[in-house]
């Protein structure tokens, strides 16, 4: 049950991480609708982004795709590098204390 957990928490920062991807192509003062649709013509976006006073940025799903792909994988190689690290820092810690133990006994 905790495994699962950890894990769901894992995909949902992967999904996080591949929105701030996404994210860094709006201003800061900005707002982004984003929408997977097949169109017969582009007037009718550019026309409801125009009556908003909007802009319609066109970026083919499997670029959007990658960018994700690429942020995920990039923060799971993150985690995994700080588990690693975060294992040896505790494995040399628990290694110190028992030596300390033990050096204490045989002294």
Do not use: C, W
Request: glycine share 6%.
């Amino acid at each position: 049950m905790l495994a699962g957990a950890a894990y769901e928490s894992f995909e949902v920062a992967d999904a996080d991480d591949g929105f701030t991807e996404l994210s860094k192509r709006i201003s800061a003062s900005g707002n982004a609708l984003l929408v997977e649709i097949t169109e017969t013509s582009h007037a009718v976006a550019d026309d409801i982004a125009n009556r908003l006073e909007g802009t319609v940025t066109r970026v083919p799903s499997n670029e959007v795709e990658a960018e994700v792909t690429a942020a995920r994988d990039a923060a799971h190689k993150a985690a995994q590098e700080a588990r690693r690290v975060r294992r040896e820092t505790r494995t040399g810690a628990f290694k110190e204390k028992v030596g300390g133990v033990l050096h204490h006994t045989t002294a």
